[in-house]
């Protein structure tokens, strides 16, 4: 038992150093996140506040695909066919909605002639 003490004792004292370098890294990586999650704050304080709540909680419970395209006349995301009405309001940016169906944000992609 005493041997097996010991020899843990080396083994920590051995990895010594690569924990001590691990840590710093890990401080930096987390000094780099803290400022880019500022930049990003002050990014989004010049959005609509009910857009960006609503944005915040797709995010909460899904990891990717918040903001979609409209493909055609569906949602890119589900492919549910999207009211004309709402289509062109948001053709025309008089509109930022969500799709009735899997609830993305949606948007017009830019029209290729
Ligand atoms: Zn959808």
Request: glycine content about 6%; aromatic content about 2%.
């Given at each position: 038992?005493?041997q097996?003490?010991?020899?843990?004792?080396?083994?920590?004292?051995?990895?010594?150093?690569?924990?001590?370098e691990v840590n710093?890294?890990?401080?930096?990586?987390?000094?780099?996140?803290?400022?880019?999650?500022?930049?990003?704050?002050?990014?989004?304080?010049?959005?609509?506040r009910?857009?960006r709540?609503?944005?915040?909680?797709?995010?909460?419970?899904?990891?990717?695909?918040?903001?979609?395209?409209?493909d055609?006349?569906?949602?890119s995301?589900c492919f549910?066919?999207?009211?004309?009405?709402?289509?062109?309001?948001?053709?025309?940016?008089?509109l930022?909605d969500?799709?009735?169906?899997?609830?993305?944000?949606?948007f017009?992609?830019?029209?290729?002639?």
């Amino acid at each position: 038992m005493a041997q097996l003490e010991g020899r843990l004792a080396e083994m920590r004292a051995a990895q010594e150093t690569q924990r001590a370098e691990v840590n710093g890294r890990r401080q930096a990586a987390e000094g780099v996140r803290q400022a880019r999650l500022a930049e990003r704050d002050a990014m989004a304080g010049s959005v609509n506040r009910a857009l960006r709540q609503r944005y915040e909680r797709l995010r909460t419970v899904k990891l990717t695909r918040v903001v979609m395209a409209l493909d055609g006349a569906a949602c890119s995301a589900c492919f549910t066919t999207v009211p004309l009405n709402r289509r062109n309001q948001i053709r025309a940016g008089t509109l930022i909605d969500a799709c009735e169906s899997c609830g993305v944000i949606l948007f017009a992609p830019e029209e290729i002639e």
